[in-house]
């Protein structure tokens, strides 16, 4: 897990307004199990973003995806957490 804690922030105005969390990461070989993304309590599944070639990439998720994965977008106190089981 690679993780960056921090203090609780509050991002209702932020989720409401189609902020989007960037990232740009490089493939080296696809995950052969889950990946998943996180800000504050919530994840999505990421191992889609992680398959089909090698690489640099960008990807941008709005922040209202992880408050509908269950993140309290007022109390955030992990702004990004990226979690895999496997190459």
């Known amino acids: ?9 509050d991002l209702t105005r932020e989720t409401n307004a189609d902020i989007l969390l960037q ?3 490089r493939v080296d070989r696809a995950p052969s199990g889950p990946v998943r993304l996180s800000l504050g309590s ?3 599944d990421a191992a889609s ?9 960008t990807v941008r ?14 109390k955030v106190d992990s702004p990004f957490a990226l979690t895999a089981t496997g190459p």
């Open 49 to 57: 973003l992680f398959g089909g070639g090698q690489g640099w990439r």
């Open 61 to 74: 998720v709005p922040l209202k995806c992880f408050r509908d994965a269950g993140t309290d977008v007022a």
């Open 23 to 25: 990232m740009q990461y």
């Open 42 to 44: 919530g994840s999505i």
């Open 1 to 9: 897990t690679a993780r960056i804690p921090g203090p609780t922030l």
